[in-house]
DNA sequence: AACGCTAGAGAACGCTCGTTCTCCGCTCCT
DNA sequence: AGGAGCGGAGAACGAGCGTTCTCTAGCGTT
């Protein structure tokens, strides 16, 4: 019944207080940024704010979801075109031109994570879900490909770490590292499409590396 | 002065203060741990824990110092032995054994970055700075294995996407397959040790993937 | 034995947060 | 035209934060 009561304009308004909360979150972190700062950037009031959305975690739902969904749509933009290969590579230059926008801050779902991820568990699974999701889109690329699904796990964690050293150390160079190390395990994946059972299994190149190891720590 | 004022005791104190701290933190993220909190895991009282540090920031930063000093031994015990090659193939062993204990919560260096790092400049620094010593431990072993420095960034791209998606999967899957990825860079950087400048350059295998990929977006 | 001083415990302060409530002005129907 | 009802603006509320202050109990000194 609250779904039914919209006045005409609310989805404007929806759409405009979730732009803001959206770049507001990014920039400053979710917790950094009040419900009155909300008000402030949109001119909506506190009043209208709660009767468009029942909370505010739910707004930073609403946001991730958003998030999200453009994340999925510059992945299939990357990926439109090419040879195999190439699409897998593509991802990896969106990348670079992400981490060139000068409000680029890292990937929002990995600082809500750790900003909110112990605290609120729907957070968490919204996390968790995207990132699978995306890991599962990868797997279909790389299966597409004609590489076995371990690649598509070892590419999502050059796109993660991508993410993550890009926002810490403030450049894009880690977009084009990831890419050429990803040039590498795509190349590798190819030339011997079940390599990672003699890979994760213990090691064939060099015995014994990872058992004894360490007693230690 | 305030140095010098110290009582005996104090140095066990803080020591106490500051592990409780590291574990409160580390699991419940750093905005949700209160001053509070800290006395009332500790028993040391808000006038004590105010006479030993100045404020929750000086305590959040030791913290960090802290970890970054935990986290430099882990690594100096896992390529204590062994040949170049397989020193750097057990930094990602140890990130598994690390990833399967109970606790594990992801990298508080990310995870503070994403909560405080757009608010506080020196918490960002310090997150900073510890991921750029990790790259330059990480590009003298590297070297010492005889391969072109670059390598060195690629893995430390796969470390730090093994510990957001072991983090956010809650497994800890990514450290072999960051190991298993590690290993082919590895090889590869090997068998032709000056490979970078054709990788990082306009892609030579596949030419023109990096502009002609799109306007849009 | 009496007194000044230090240190501990926790109440208190000022602020900000998410959320709700009150008041006021507008609008729409008869 | 006039009143009933609705929606907007922002003050108010309770809780929690980081930090400080007050009060008291215990100690060492003469």
Redesign the interface.
Known sequence: MSEANRRPGDEAVRAAVLAAADRLYY???I??VGMDALRAETGVSLKRLYSLFPSKESIVEEVLHGRHRLWN??VE??VR??GA??RL??IY??LA?WFDQDDF??CM???????????SPRIAEI??AH??QFQARLTELVVEAGASS?LA??L???????Q??A????TS??A???R??A???I??ALRDPDA?SA??AP?S??PA??AP??T??
């Open positions: 920039a400053l972190g917790q950094a749509d510059l933009d990357a075109a090419g290969r190439q590579v593509a230059d969106m031109r801050r890292g779902f990995i600082n809500s994570f750790g900003e909110l991820g112990a605290t996390v968790r990132k699978a371990s796990a070892q999502a964690i050059l796109a993660e770490g991508a993550t050293t926002a810490i150390a403030g160079d880690a084009r590292q990831a050429a190390a040039e590498v395990l190349d590798a990672e890979r994760t090691a190149t060099a590396s990872t190891t360490g230690a720590s």
